[in-house]
């Protein structure tokens, strides 16, 4: 069998598209969008996620107050609660299908057993 591995790579996405944790994700997307002041929040703990990740140096302590102070107003939100819920749910199968995927390459690395 000589399969196209890009056809197999596509089928998974259209296949990711209809899985129930995506859409859960895509769905609680829709919702954050639809409120403004709700995405604005959203948005905000984006930018300053995005941020603390990007610092070279050790975040000072009133950065991390800040975002940690965001991330309190973010988890009270239940629309944006439902997104990271949702998200943890589909990263955990993004995860589940990368270890598929990569387990022939791994195996090289590993060590012949006897």
Excluded: G, H
């Amino acid at each position: 069998m000589n399969s196209n591995i890009y056809d197999t790579a596509n089928q998974l996405e259209r296949e990711l598209r209809t899985f129930p944790a995506y859409i859960q994700v895509k769905e609680a997307m829709e919702e954050i969008r639809s409120d403004e002041a709700t995405y604005a929040l959203f948005q905000e703990f984006q930018t300053a996620t995005f941020e603390l990740q990007q610092l070279s140096e050790e975040p000072s302590e009133d950065k991390i107050k800040a975002v940690q102070s965001l991330y309190s107003k973010v988890v009270e939100n239940s629309a944006i609660k439902k997104l990271m819920d949702n998200e943890q749910q589909l990263s955990l199968l993004v995860e589940d299908i990368n270890q598929i995927i990569t387990k022939p390459i791994q195996e090289i690395y590993q060590a012949p057993t006897e």
